[in-house]
């Protein structure tokens, strides 16, 4: 057998079930590799081995009890990233200012992929309260791409993605509010699902008046995700948004044959930003690839236009300063989130309710505009992976040119929070240092099967599982 972490989380599945290798050895495994690589990444902000250990311990036990009547995951480690609640572990939320929180209750993805088999082995890093695209914070090391450790494994899940980039785990649990799992799937060389909005839930609690988040998986494979949306879009009671799950599953959908589709493409984004020529390139040549698979290509231009940006960051702005941060802990707050925070208390109710009206307004409008395309494609991100403190360049404490340098680096991946609609990174290009570079496919609004069809024969077009990091040999 391979290395164990050279596995997917499929394969990893079907070696646990076929008696290849047992959970413990599994969970050992990658404990060990965290212990010695870690450091290095800034992936994870806590562990969990003790429940691990005895997740693997009650895997082995269904094992024999219950042979091949076990969940589809059985055995597969896996994370949570430290925005989402798990019962009994701390919730940092990448900040000082909550630093001994301990919620009581897990979320509901937590609890479907614990039933789906997969063992958690602790909390990823993601920066305060989810709100920049790179992963930086007070209370932990940057999390850092394993392709150049010099480089920022993005954002907000960018532990996450350092995590399964790197070889700690096969698959990671992400959340993405404006592109969160997509950017750090493309500056890690992974394959990184939006899901369509309400396909998973986010109860039991959920104070995301913005409805601009969803959850979705970081993974190797194409495969891989969907087997993770099989594990967890399963609607659950007090969810505002119940999607009809498609024929058959979404894993069984990446096997499905899509025939000649028509795939629109753009580069100009609303927001100002410049796409890098190496950037560009790969993008073009998903292009050409596409053609090359029978389908056809038509220049189209954004779905949203400019005006649709301040809407936006009115909305991005609130949903900062509706965090429930307790009043004697906002002076440890980043630059940045103070900044956010103070921007959205000065919107009014009235303000509030007209900018999501008009950004539902804007999305209704891209969406009819773009009825006739199968899939849309676009580069995930505008620039190769930045240097550790890019973002906030030479005064940490200008919040404003911070969020000007996010807009510029990811000006594609919100578009789609806005309209809803499923969006997939995949890692189709490098850049000329061996940066990964990934381009977004984007889908019809509910139909994840679609897009995960087409994903899955690029991929098969022009494999990438075999493509690691120097780390992964460590």
């Keep these: 057998m391979a290395q164990l972490h050279d596995l997917t989380a499929l394969e990893t599945a079907a070696a646990v079930r076929g008696g290849e290798v047992s959970p413990t050895e599994l969970v050992e495994h990658y404990l060990d590799r965290i212990d010695r690589l870690d450091g290095e990444l800034g992936a994870f902000v806590t562990l969990t081995p003790d429940s691990a250990r005895a997740q693997a311990r009650e895997a082995e036990q269904r094992l024999r009890d219950d042979g091949d009547a076990v969940p589809p995951l059985l055995g597969v480690p896996t994370a949570i990233k430290d925005l989402n609640m798990v019962a009994g572990v701390p919730a940092r939320l990448g900040s000082a200012a909550f630093a001994d929180v301990v919620p009581e209750h897990d979320d ?69 509010g404006g592109g969160s799992i997509r950017i750090p799937a493309s500056v890690c060389g992974l394959v990184g699902l939006k899901p369509t909005r309400g396909r998973v839930s986010r109860g039991p609690l959920d104070l995301d008046a913005t409805r601009l988040s969803v959850l979705g998986p970081l993974a190797h494979t194409v495969r891989d995700a969907a087997a993770f949306l099989d594990a967890v879009a399963i609607p659950q009671p007090g969810d505002p948004d119940r999607l009809q799950r498609p024929e058959g599953t979404f894993l069984q959908a990446c096997d499905r044959p899509t025939g000649p589709l028509r795939i629109g493409r753009y580069l100009d984004s609303p927001m100002d930003s410049e796409v890098e020529p190496e950037v560009r390139q790969v993008w073009e040549d998903a292009t050409a690839l596409l053609v090359s698979m029978g389908h056809e290509i038509e220049d189209v231009g954004p779905p949203i236009p400019p005006e649709a940006v301040p809407s936006f960051e009115t909305v991005w702005a609130v949903s900062a300063a509706t965090a429930p941060v307790p009043p004697d802990r906002e002076p440890l707050l980043r630059p940045l989130t103070r900044y956010l925070r103070e921007r959205g208390r000065a919107v009014s109710g009235a303000q509030f309710a007209g900018a999501l009206g008009q950004l539902a307004v804007h999305a209704r409008r891209g969406m009819a505009a773009s009825a006739h395309l199968d899939a849309v494609l676009t580069p995930t991100v505008a620039m190769t992976p930045r240097p550790i403190g890019w973002f906030q360049g030479d005064d940490p404490d200008d919040a404003a040119a911070d969020f000007e340098r996010q807009k510029r680096f990811t000006p594609f991946t919100a578009i789609y929070n806005t309209t809803g609609q499923p969006a997939i990174s995949l890692p189709l290009g490098t850049s000329a240092d061996g940066l990964p570079i990934g381009v977004m496919l984007v889908g019809r609004f509910g139909d994840e099967a679609a897009l995960l069809s087409l994903a899955a024969a690029v991929e098969a077009a022009a494999p990438w599982r075999d493509r690691h990091p120097p780390i992964w040999t460590a």
């Design 108 to 176: 509901n993805v937590v609890r479907l992929l614990r039933d789906a088999g997969t063992i958690s082995l602790g909390k990823t890093s993601t920066p305060e309260l989810g709100l920049p695209c790179y992963t930086e914070t007070d209370i932990g090391p940057p999390a850092r791409t394993p392709w150049d450790t010099s480089r920022l494994a993005g954002g907000s899940s960018g532990g996450a993605a350092a995590a399964v980039a790197g070889g700690l785990i096969p698959i990671a649990q992400g959340s993405d």
